[in-house]
C-alpha cells in the first residue's frame, strides 16, 4: 500500500520506516500543501497541523482511503470534503497531556514571576530586579476551560500548587470530584479566576470562547494562557486588554511584540516522550487500518451541516 507522510522529521521517517517495511511509504518534510503538486495514487496520508486539508488537496489523491493527523486538534482538515467523500479520519488523542499542561505553566510562571526578563538581563550582566515583582500563584484561583487529557492535568498541577481549581467543561468526569474543582459555568469562571487556561479544540462552539462580548467578565489582572488553538480568543483582545498573555498559539504574529503577551511558536507539545506517544499512536492507527480492524482514534465525522 502507498502511504504518505508530510511533515515528516527524521526521527519520525527512521521509526515508520522499521515499522511498516511491507509497504510503499513516502517522506516529506513539507505541509501537504507544499509537497503536493501532481495527482497521486497514495492510499493513506499522514499530516501534521500545517497541512490543510482542502476540496484541491483531495481532488489531487483520488485513491486515498484514510487520512491520519499526528495532532490531537484536527481543525486543520476540513471535514466536509471528508464527509461527502467517506473517507475514514483519525487522531493522536491523549499524547500530549503532561508536555502541554507543564508547557502552559511554565508560560504562567514567566508570567507572574518574569523570570524570562531576568535571565535576559543577567546575560548582559545586568542583576537588577527591582522592578520585577513577582505574584505567587498559591491560593490563587484558576479557571481551566476543558477538562479533557491536557486540562485534566492542568487541574491536577494547579491543585499540587494550592489553588483553587475552576472548570468549565462539555463532560463532567471524574477528576471534578477527584480534586474537589468548581465545576461551574463559563461566566463564573470568567468572573473568579486570577488565570485562565485554555484546554479546548477549535470546534463552532468553542471559536472566540473569549470574546469582546465577555470579557469585561474578566479581572483586571487576570491571566489568560492558551496553548490550544489561536481562533479560541478574538484576536481584537490582544490590542484592547491591559491583561497579560502566555500564548502558544497566535493568528497574526503582529502581536508578539506587545508587552503584555509572551509567545511561543506552538512547541508546547514538543518533548521527547510527547514525540514518542505520537508516532506509537499514530502507527497504531495505520496498522489498525491496514488490519481492517477499528480505528483506535477513529474520529466521527460531523453532520454536513456543521460545515455550512
Given at each position: 500500500?502507498k502511504?504518505?507522510?508530510?511533515e515528516i522529521?527524521?526521527?519520525?521517517k527512521?521509526?515508520?520506516?522499521?515499522?511498516?517495511?511491507l509497504?510503499e511509504?513516502?517522506f516529506?518534510?513539507?505541509?501537504?500543501?507544499?509537497?503536493?503538486?501532481?495527482?497521486q495514487e497514495y492510499?493513506?496520508?499522514?499530516?501534521?497541523?500545517?497541512?490543510?486539508i482542502t476540496?484541491?488537496?483531495?481532488e489531487?489523491?483520488?485513491?486515498?482511503?484514510?487520512?491520519?493527523?499526528?495532532s490531537t486538534?484536527?481543525d486543520h482538515i476540513?471535514?466536509?470534503?471528508?464527509?461527502k467523500?467517506?473517507?475514514?479520519?483519525?487522531?493522536?488523542?491523549?499524547?500530549?497531556g503532561?508536555?502541554?499542561?507543564?508547557?502552559?505553566?511554565?508560560?504562567l510562571?514567566?508570567?507572574t514571576r518574569?523570570?524570562?526578563?531576568a535571565l535576559?538581563r543577567?546575560?548582559?550582566?545586568?542583576l537588577?530586579?527591582d522592578d520585577?515583582?513577582?505574584?505567587e500563584?498559591?491560593?490563587k484561583s484558576?479557571?481551566?476551560l476543558?477538562l479533557?487529557?491536557?486540562g485534566?492535568?492542568?487541574?491536577?498541577?494547579?491543585?499540587?500548587l494550592?489553588?483553587r481549581?475552576?472548570?468549565?467543561?462539555?463532560t463532567r468526569?471524574?477528576?471534578?470530584?477527584?480534586?474537589?474543582?468548581?465545576?461551574?459555568a463559563?461566566?463564573k469562571?470568567?468572573?473568579?479566576s486570577?488565570?485562565i487556561?485554555?484546554?479546548?479544540p477549535?470546534t463552532?462552539a468553542?471559536?472566540?470562547?473569549?470574546?469582546?462580548?465577555?470579557v469585561?467578565?474578566?479581572k483586571e489582572?487576570a491571566?489568560?494562557?492558551?496553548?490550544?488553538r489561536a481562533?479560541?480568543?478574538?484576536?481584537?483582545l490582544?490590542?484592547?486588554?491591559?491583561?497579560?498573555?502566555?500564548l502558544?498559539?497566535i493568528?497574526?504574529?503582529?502581536h508578539i511584540h506587545q508587552?503584555?503577551?509572551?509567545?511561543?511558536?506552538h512547541?508546547?507539545?514538543?518533548t521527547?516522550?510527547?514525540?514518542?506517544r505520537?508516532?506509537?499512536?499514530?502507527?497504531?492507527?495505520?496498522?489498525?487500518?491496514?488490519?481492517?480492524?477499528?480505528?483506535?482514534?477513529?474520529?466521527?465525522l460531523?453532520?454536513?451541516?456543521?460545515?455550512q
Amino acid at each position: 500500500m502507498k502511504i504518505a507522510f508530510f511533515e515528516i522529521k527524521l526521527e519520525e521517517k527512521v521509526f515508520f520506516e522499521e515499522a511498516l517495511p511491507l509497504h510503499e511509504l513516502f517522506f516529506f518534510t513539507e505541509t501537504i500543501n507544499s509537497s503536493l503538486m501532481l495527482t497521486q495514487e497514495y492510499e493513506v496520508i499522514s499530516i501534521f497541523v500545517h497541512s490543510s486539508i482542502t476540496e484541491d488537496i483531495l481532488e489531487k489523491l483520488p485513491r486515498l482511503k484514510y487520512l491520519q493527523t499526528r495532532s490531537t486538534g484536527y481543525d486543520h482538515i476540513k471535514c466536509r470534503s471528508l464527509y461527502k467523500r467517506g473517507l475514514l479520519l483519525s487522531n493522536v488523542a491523549g499524547y500530549g497531556g503532561p508536555a502541554v499542561a507543564e508547557f502552559s505553566f511554565s508560560l504562567l510562571l514567566n508570567a507572574t514571576r518574569m523570570t524570562n526578563i531576568a535571565l535576559e538581563r543577567t546575560k548582559h550582566d545586568d542583576l537588577r530586579y527591582d522592578d520585577l515583582k513577582g505574584v505567587e500563584l498559591y491560593g490563587k484561583s484558576i479557571g481551566i476551560l476543558g477538562l479533557g487529557t491536557i486540562g485534566s492535568q492542568m487541574a491536577r498541577i494547579a491543585y499540587g500548587l494550592g489553588m483553587r481549581v475552576l472548570a468549565f467543561s462539555r463532560t463532567r468526569n471524574a477528576i471534578v470530584d477527584e480534586l474537589k474543582i468548581d465545576f461551574c459555568a463559563l461566566e463564573k469562571l470568567y468572573a473568579e479566576s486570577d488565570i485562565i487556561m485554555l484546554a479546548l479544540p477549535l470546534t463552532p462552539a468553542t471559536h472566540y470562547i473569549l470574546n469582546q462580548g465577555n470579557v469585561d467578565l474578566l479581572k483586571e489582572d487576570a491571566i489568560v494562557i492558551n496553548t490550544a488553538r489561536a481562533e479560541l480568543i478574538e484576536e481584537i483582545l490582544y490590542e484592547k486588554m491591559g491583561h497579560k498573555f502566555g500564548l502558544d498559539v497566535i493568528s497574526d504574529t503582529k502581536h508578539i511584540h506587545q508587552k503584555n503577551i509572551l509567545y511561543t511558536p506552538h512547541m508546547a507539545y514538543y518533548t521527547e516522550e510527547a514525540l514518542e506517544r505520537i508516532m506509537q499512536i499514530s502507527l497504531k492507527n495505520i496498522e489498525a487500518f491496514l488490519a481492517e480492524e477499528a480505528l483506535p482514534n477513529c474520529l466521527k465525522l460531523p453532520c454536513e451541516k456543521d460545515y455550512q
